[in-house]
């Protein structure tokens, strides 16, 4: 383990019995790595890839979202992992819980019909958190065709904002409302298909889904009536879903992580949002 944390360090080393190291320079190991995990602030992302490739070679990264907050160092993680023929995936973790992948193909067997309309809460800023469902939406639904900002505000930090805004897909809309961290973490979504509703709900913890009835009195009438299904989420067991992943990619078997290509179109989108709020 590498971290610049001395208590950090100790935890580690206590609980799994292996050494641990303030820095990639001062990281000791003389076998072969194949994976690295870098989970540390946005901002260090690039420099921390950078020591990695002068050192090892590893078959794949995986890199904590958002890829960066600059796309010209964005750029450059994709390029020298490009050029070092290194794997590069973001952690946007929930692209690998059963549930979405169910979801997924249900949109594709047409047990959901397009087109889709729907509703995402956030908080805590737009590329902190918001990039999350922004990376989900283009994972269900594709590319970004357009985008248009409702509301804007300040964001935690030099980089974020928080805004309300709306995605346009090929077959689906979907609107982002913001709401302060201050007073409570939320991450929910609703999507209204043709023939049925989505709840996705305690940021991941309760999903649900259900199909009109007609009504047994009015003819030509249909109505949502509470007669629920619930698709068997797994957020809390997020990163062992995201390990089973990465098994699948050095074992050559499909995938479903973010690959740092996917990642930097989202960045793409919230830097989009990020121009157009400027200029209002």
């Not at 320079?25 to 990695?52: G, M, N, R, Y």
């Not at 709306?166 to 689906?172: P, R």
């Amino acid at each position: 383990g590498i971290d610049i944390n001395e208590l950090r360090r100790k935890q580690f080393t206590i609980k799994f019995k292996k050494p641990s190291f303030k820095s990639i320079s001062l990281f000791d190991f003389h076998e072969p790595v194949d994976i690295f995990i870098v989970a540390t602030p946005t901002t260090s992302h690039k420099k921390i890839i950078s020591d990695i490739i002068k050192k090892y070679r590893p078959k794949l990264i995986l890199c904590e979202k958002p890829i960066a907050y600059k796309t010209e160092e964005a750029k450059y993680i994709l390029n020298i992992c490009k050029d070092n023929k290194i794997k590069l995936y973001i952690n946007y973790m929930r692209r690998s819980d059963p549930a979405i992948l169910k979801i997924s193909k249900m949109i594709s067997n047409k047990k959901f019909i397009m087109p889709v309309k729907g509703v995402v809460w956030y908080s805590k800023g737009l590329i902190h958190s918001g990039s999350h469902f922004v990376n989900l939406m283009q994972f269900l639904f594709g590319e970004v065709q357009d985008c248009k900002i409702i509301n804007k505000r300040k964001g935690t930090n030099y980089y974020d904002i928080e805004a309300d805004f709306e995605l346009d897909f090929k077959k689906a809309k979907i609107v982002f409302i913001s709401i302060k961290e201050e007073n409570f973490s939320h991450y929910t979504f609703e999507l209204i298909f043709k023939n049925a509703r989505l709840r996705y709900d305690y940021a991941g913890n309760k999903i649900t889904y259900e199909y009109p009835e007609k009504n047994k009195i009015i003819e030509g009438y249909s109505e949502l009536i509470g007669k629920e299904f619930l698709l068997k989420a797994q957020i809390n067991l997020h990163q062992l879903n995201v390990v089973k992943e990465i098994y699948n990619i050095l074992n050559n078997k499909p995938n479903n992580l973010c690959s740092g290509k996917e990642a930097f179109e989202t960045l793409k989108i919230t830097h989009l949002i990020n121009k157009i709020y400027e200029k209002k």
